[in-house]
């Protein structure tokens, strides 16, 4: 195996391709909340606990977290404890796209930079599967699963229509969907590691 091929299986290849498609994605959303207009209030690096932390002079917490792979914002929720909106509801809509659609931008920027280098550049491999891997997160991501980017464009369109959750009953069932997703998303490892299936 050559070092191009080596580098797109490895992983470090791996790892460094997985923190450019999340980091990516959760810009997308970052934009479109900016260009709306939404407040940012935390942008987090990494996974897992807080090694650094910073607030910016605009009220942005900055968070470097342990493991570094993936990237988190967080906003304020789009009602108050009332349930009185704070925003306009296509705000949110546009916000939960900006990632999945950044995800495809990047998607195309690479396939497209690996077309224009062509096959026997060192980078051909990983770009290709650097560009598959942020396909493939904007496609999960737009499953209509609670906790991901599907599940809030499905609340969200559903709220529009006029049906609404409490604030509590919306982080709720976001929450307990991306707990659902984790444990299957284990269960699935360790059934795999175990070389059940």
Do not use: C
């Not at 607030?55 to 792979?69: E, F, H, I, K, Y």
């Not at 916000?95 to 980078?123: C, I, R």
């Amino acid at each position: 195996m050559d070092w191009s091929t080596s580098m797109a299986v490895s992983p470090i290849g791996f790892l460094t391709a997985l923190l450019l498609v999340t980091v990516w994605h959760e810009a997308g959303h970052l934009l479109v909340a900016r260009l709306v207009g939404i407040p940012v209030k935390l942008v987090a690096l990494g996974l897992g606990p807080a090694v650094w932390r910073r607030s910016g002079d605009d009220g942005v917490d900055l968070v470097l977290r342990a493991l570094p792979t993936g990237m988190s914002i967080g906003v304020p929720g789009r009602r108050d404890a009332d349930g009185q909106l704070r925003r306009p509801i296509h705000h949110d809509i546009l916000m939960a796209a900006g990632g999945p659609v950044a995800s495809f931008v990047l998607s195309l920027g690479l396939v497209g930079l690996a077309v224009l280098l062509g096959p026997a550049a060192a980078l051909y491999p990983w770009l290709v599967a650097t560009a598959a891997l942020s396909t493939l997160l904007a496609l999960l991501n737009l499953l209509p699963l609670p906790g991901l980017d599907g599940g809030h464009l499905l609340v969200l369109g559903i709220a529009a229509l006029g049906f609404q959750l409490s604030p509590q009953q919306e982080v709720a069932l976001h929450r307990y969907g991306l707990r659902l997703l984790a444990l299957v998303v284990a269960v699935i490892a360790v059934v795999r590691m175990a070389g059940i299936f």
